[in-house]
C-alpha cells in the first residue's frame, strides 16, 4: 500500500521568510513523488517532480529515500505562493499510474 | 482552449435526488479520472477509464456510477444523494497509464441540502 503524509495543515510564513513543507511517503518499491499547487479559484496543476530534479517559481523538492520524505522548499516566501499543495506519489512497475495525494497544506504567506 | 472541463460548476440539491457531472477534455488523452475533495481539502481518486475500460474503482458506493461514452468525456452520475456526498469533485485525465501529470478540471462543487 501507499501512503503520503502531509503533517501541516495550515503553514503560515512571512514573506521572504524561507518555506518548507513536508511530506513524507510509505511505499515498498521505488516511488515517484510530485507536488501539485491549487491556487486560489484555480485548478490543481502540477508543480514539480522529483526526476526532473528542476526548480520551478524558486521551489524545490529532493527525494529521500533514507527518510521517505520529499519535502517542498523555497528560499524565501512570496505572496502569490499562497495556495494549497498537495504532494502526491505513484509506484512503480507496469499499471503503478495512480496518484495518491497527501492531505495537503495550505500554505499563507504574510505580507 | 480549455483542456478540461466540467459541468456544472455548482451543483445544489437535495438528499434523495439523481445527479450527473460531467468531464470532457480536449488533450487527446486516453485516461481519465474522477477525485473527490472533501470539506477538509483532502484530495481521493474514485474512479478511472483508460480508454473507455473501468481501471481503478476505489471504494466508492455503487450509488456512484461514471460512464465514459467515448475517450473524451467521463461522466459521473450520482444516484440517491447523500449529506456526505458534499464535497467538490475533480476530474483529470492524462495521456497513458504511466504518465505522471495529471491535468485537473475546475471542479464541480457539490451541495447536498
Known amino acids: 500500500a501507499q501512503r503520503v503524509t502531509q503533517p501541516e495543515k495550515l503553514l503560515s510564513v512571512f514573506k521572504g521568510a524561507p518555506v518548507e513543507l513536508k511530506c513524507n511517503y510509505s511505499?515498498?518499491?521505488?516511488?515517484?513523488l510530485f507536488w501539485y499547487v491549487q491556487y486560489s479559484r484555480q485548478r490543481l496543476q502540477l508543480l514539480l517532480r522529483h526526476i526532473s530534479r528542476e526548480s520551478i517559481k524558486g521551489f524545490t523538492a529532493d527525494l529521500n529515500k533514507g527518510e521517505t520524505s520529499f519535502h517542498l522548499k523555497k528560499p524565501f516566501a512570496q505572496e502569490e505562493d499562497s495556495a494549497m499543495y498537495y504532494c502526491a506519489l505513484r509506484g512503480s512497475g507496469a499499471g503503478s499510474y495512480q496518484l495518491t495525494f497527501g492531505k495537503g497544506t495550505k500554505l499563507s504567506v504574510i505580507p | 482552449d480549455t483542456a478540461v472541463s466540467q459541468t456544472p460548476k455548482y451543483l445544489v440539491t437535495q438528499m434523495g435526488n439523481d445527479k450527473s457531472i460531467k468531464c470532457e477534455q480536449n488533450l487527446g488523452h486516453d485516461t481519465m479520472y474522477w477525485y473527490k475533495q472533501d470539506s477538509k481539502k483532502f484530495l481521493k481518486i474514485m474512479f478511472s477509464y483508460n480508454n473507455k475500460e473501468l481501471i481503478i474503482n476505489e471504494t466508492v458506493p455503487n450509488r456512484f456510477s461514471p460512464k465514459s461514452p467515448d475517450k473524451a468525456h467521463l461522466n459521473l452520475h450520482i444516484n440517491s444523494l447523500e449529506l456526505g456526498d458534499s464535497a467538490v469533485y475533480f476530474c483529470?485525465?492524462?495521456?497513458?497509464?504511466?504518465?505522471?501529470?495529471?491535468?485537473f478540471g475546475p471542479g464541480t462543487r457539490l451541495t447536498v441540502t
Open positions: 511505499y515498498s518499491g521505488s516511488p515517484e
Open positions: 483529470a485525465s492524462s495521456q497513458g497509464r504511466d504518465t505522471y501529470e495529471q491535468y
